[in-house]
């Protein structure tokens, strides 16, 4: 069953969906987890694998990260035109 269609073409999400807000600045918040920055190579896949099978879970499981980062990574690449990750200040 498909929860959400993402494509890179048209940047729209299906069906009655909306893109989930944007979180605010939680620099104060340690996660429970460590978080890895992903590589372009896990990028490229994402992309590629999104292309050919249209699923975020699909693409989840093919790549090994939880929906949710597949969801923002496809998201924002749609948005910025690109996958490279914004600059960071410091």
């Known amino acids: ?8 073409d048209t940047c729209q ?4 969906k ?3 807000p944007k979180q605010e600045n939680r620099s104060w918040y340690k996660p429970k987890t460590a978080r890895r920055e992903m590589t372009n190579t896990e990028k490229g896949m994402i992309i ?4 050919d099978f249209q ?3 699909t693409v989840a499981q093919l790549v090994g ?3 949710s980062t ?3 990574f496809l998201a924002r690449a749609c948005d910025r035109g690109s996958m490279e990750n914004a600059t960071r200040s410091g």
């Open 13 to 16: 999400v299906t069906p009655n």
């Open 70 to 72: 597949v969801w923002n």
């Open 48 to 51: 590629a694998f999104f292309y």
């Open 18 to 20: 909306t893109m989930p």
């Open 1 to 8: 069953m498909k929860n959400h269609v993402h494509t890179l």
């Open 55 to 57: 699923t975020i879970s």
């Open 65 to 67: 990260r939880p929906r």
